[in-house]
């Protein structure tokens, strides 16, 4: 299981150690496959989206992008401690999402752009069971763990890509525990 700090809230929720997130130990997006750029550079607030969240949950960022499509999200208090990501267009402003952690990657769905983005932690259970068959017999997601907890590893671009329009699609179930986080624009001092 993924074990992170909340230093960045955006990979902060696998430090929940949840069952079930979708994960790789090898990157599936690069260069070529995840250059998709939803966010434009510059100062957001991150928050973290929950009935329990309070104002002082919320965290603000500088966030970067290189010409490969790599994104930083570092931290305003400390720079050296950034978050990197990188986004893969799925349908109109909703992206796969591969964030960097110290075990490897874990995947999340995207939606939005530069004026409000959120990122919901994708999970093997959240999946639609079609969804979810398709890709296992495929290959294109592996799972470990008994029938109620299970690891996703991620496969294939493809198993990713499909993850996500299945959230996109209002597929993948939801609930209040959903590892959810809400960015926008810093305020300008």
């Known amino acids: 299981m993924r074990s992170l700090s909340y230093r960045p809230a955006i990979i902060a929720g696998a430090a929940l150690a949840l069952a079930g997130c979708l994960v790789s130990e090898e990157p599936i997006l690069d260069a070529k496959t995840g ?63 591969q964030a960097d952690d110290e075990d490897g990657y874990t995947y999340y769905f995207g939606s939005g752009d530069s004026d409000g983005f959120s990122l919901t932690m994708m999970l093997c259970s959240s999946l639609s069971q079609k969804t979810r068959d398709r890709l296992l017999v495929r290959g294109d997601l592996q799972t470990e763990g008994d029938d109620d907890i ?40």
């Open 35 to 97: 250059k998709a750029t939803p966010i434009a550079p510059g100062d957001y607030v991150m928050c973290p989206v929950s009935d329990e969240a309070a104002a002082d949950d919320c965290e603000n960022f500088a966030v970067t992008v290189d010409d490969t499509g790599l994104y930083r999200f570092e931290h305003s208090e400390d720079a050296d401690d950034a978050a990197t990501m990188r986004f893969r267009r799925v349908a109109r402003q909703s992206y796969a999402v």
């Open 150 to 189: 299970k690891i996703c590893e991620v496969k294939t671009l493809k198993g990713l890509t499909a993850a996500a329009r299945d959230y996109h699609h209002g597929r993948a179930s939801t609930s209040d525990e959903d590892i959810v986080f809400a960015f926008s624009p810093a305020p300008r001092p």
